[in-house]
Nanobody, 124 residues
């Protein structure tokens, strides 16, 4: 089992920045992909940014050149999403997630098995 705990998020004005952090623990040896997904009110979930076991990072077209995904290993393993130049259409609940399928399919949500509780990002 894998535990994912998100932090960060909040409310900012358009053009502002936020950092989301996800600390993860548990049995992660079989995890091939981790990343951030989001769901806006009235819309389906979408992949934001993912990193797989080969350190290949995929970004949604809507966040390229604005968001940066980083992964750190250590006493505490973390997955950070640095969001800059935020826009109102970035408003959504953002979830940290992990799964067993890497590559571009992970960004599409394929193979995602574990989810965090979600953190709200509101851009006005």
């Amino acid at each position: 089992h894998v535990q994912l705990v998100e932090s960060g998020g909040g409310s900012v004005q358009a053009g502002g920045s936020l950092k989301l952090s996800c600390t993860y623990s548990g049995y992660t040896s079989f995890i091939d992909c981790m990343g951030w997904f989001r769901q806006a009110p009235g819309k389906g979930p979408e992949g934001v940014a993912t990193i797989d076991v080969n350190y290949y990072i995929n970004y949604a077209d809507s966040v390229k050149d604005r968001f940066t995904l980083t992964r750190r290993y250590g006493t505490t393993n973390t997955l950070n999403l640095i969001m800059t130049n935020l826009r109102p259409d970035d408003t959504a609940t953002h979830y940290c997630a992990a799964g067993e399928i890497g590559g571009s399919r992970c960004l599409g949500g394929v193979g995602i098995t574990f989810w965090g509780q979600g953190t709200q990002v509101t851009v006005s």
